[in-house]
Nanobody, 121 residues
Framework: QLQLVESGGGLVQPGGSLRLSCAASGFTLATYAIGWFRQAPGKEREGVSCISRSGSSTKYADSVKGRFTIPRDNAKNTVYLQMNSLKPEDTAIYYC??????????????WGQGTRVTVSS
């Protein structure tokens, strides 16, 4: 079965950093585009970032540009979300998802279980 497993969430102070991991099993992650999404309490799910299959193209929401990056390590079959300069408004459950290319959230077929990020002083 194709699975994505997320990890790395936790509590961090404003201005701090976290690195989330999205590890794939049952398939080769390099053959998929990987998107990161988040959902805050009472809010709609929103796209955070996406990296193409080749890794040559990345896309970021305006709210995280310049603060987040999405590197991938094909040898470990893992994609990361590196989050720097975190703000309280970044607090959410973060999900990774796999698709043939970067698309809207409802078009992804494979999802991780989510990992909670809390940014608070």
């Amino acid at each position: 079965q194709l699975q994505l497993v997320e990890s790395g969430g936790g509590l961090v102070q404003p201005g701090g950093s976290l690195r989330l991991s999205c590890a794939a099993s049952g398939f080769t992650l390099a053959t998929y585009a990987i998107g990161w999404f988040r959902q805050a309490p009472g809010k709609e799910r929103e796209g955070v970032s996406c990296i193409s299959r080749s890794g040559s193209s990345t896309k970021y929401a305006d709210s995280v540009k310049g603060r987040f990056t999405i590197p991938r390590d094909n040898a470990k079959n893992t994609v990361y979300l590196q989050m720097n300069s975190l703000k309280p408004e970044d607090t959410a459950i973060y999900y990774c998802a796999a698709a043939g290319l970067c698309v809207l959230w409802h078009e992804y077929d494979y999802w991780g279980q989510g990992t909670r990020v809390t940014v608070s002083s």
